[in-house]
Every structure is written in C-alpha cells, then in structure tokens.
C-alpha cells in the first residue's frame, strides 16, 4: 500500500510552487519516494525526525536550503505542517513552534 501527501493548506503548496526550480524539484522527488516507500524508510540526508512526532524533508541545492516540516497523521498519510527556506544555520523557533501547534491541531482530528 502506498503513502499520501498531503498540505496541512494551500498556502503551504503555493509556497513550495514558488521555490527555486531546482528545489521545488528535490521536494517532489523525496515526496514522490515518501509515497512510494515510506518515510522510515527513507531517513538521512532527505528526512530527518525531530522529535514528538515530527520530521522534516531536508532540501538542499546549488540554490540553498529548504525545510518542510511534516507528521504522519495516522496509518499511511503524510501532511505537511509548514516550509521555510533556511537563511541561518538552526531552524528558526518561531517554524517549530507553528508545526509543533499544527501538529497538535491534526492529530487532534484523528
């Protein structure tokens, strides 16, 4: 059984859309391996567990680095919590703060 991606919004899509082409490229494929395997399967350097029930699919090309933070919402259902392009080294709090409430919001509903 395969996997499903899913936005926690639109808005979050339509961020994603507007990345730099090589990045938004990297996200498709790790989402496209997301849901064809699995995010356990996947791990280091494309996904990374923070913690609490929350990951993030690590992007990087000769364009920078993005983030996209996502749980899995119950059986094989992936959502997407938020994204940021990183402009310093430590992910901002203010980002784990918002997926870490998004988070709460989503598995509230299950």
């Keep these: 059984m395969s996997w499903i991606v899913e936005f926690y919004n639109s808005k979050i899509m339509d961020a994603i859309d507007s990345w730099p ?4 490229a990297k996200f498709l494929w790790i989402t496209e391996i997301i849901e064809r395997f699995g995010p ?6 494309h996904i990374k567990s923070l913690g609490k029930g929350l990951f993030e699919i690590r ?5 920078g680095i993005a983030r996209a933070m996502f749980c899995i919402k119950h059986k094989q259902v992936v959502i997407v919590l ?3 392009i990183k402009k310093t080294q430590k ?3 203010k980002e ?6 998004r988070m709460k ?5 299950d």
């Design 21 to 24: 082409l090589r990045m938004r």
């Design 40 to 45: 356990n399967e996947i791990g280091m350097p």
């Design 59 to 63: 992007v990087k090309s000769d364009e």
């Design 82 to 84: 938020n994204e940021f």
């Design 91 to 93: 992910t901002p709090l």
């Design 96 to 101: 784990m703060e918002l997926a870490l409430r």
């Design 105 to 109: 919001e989503v598995k509230g509903n």
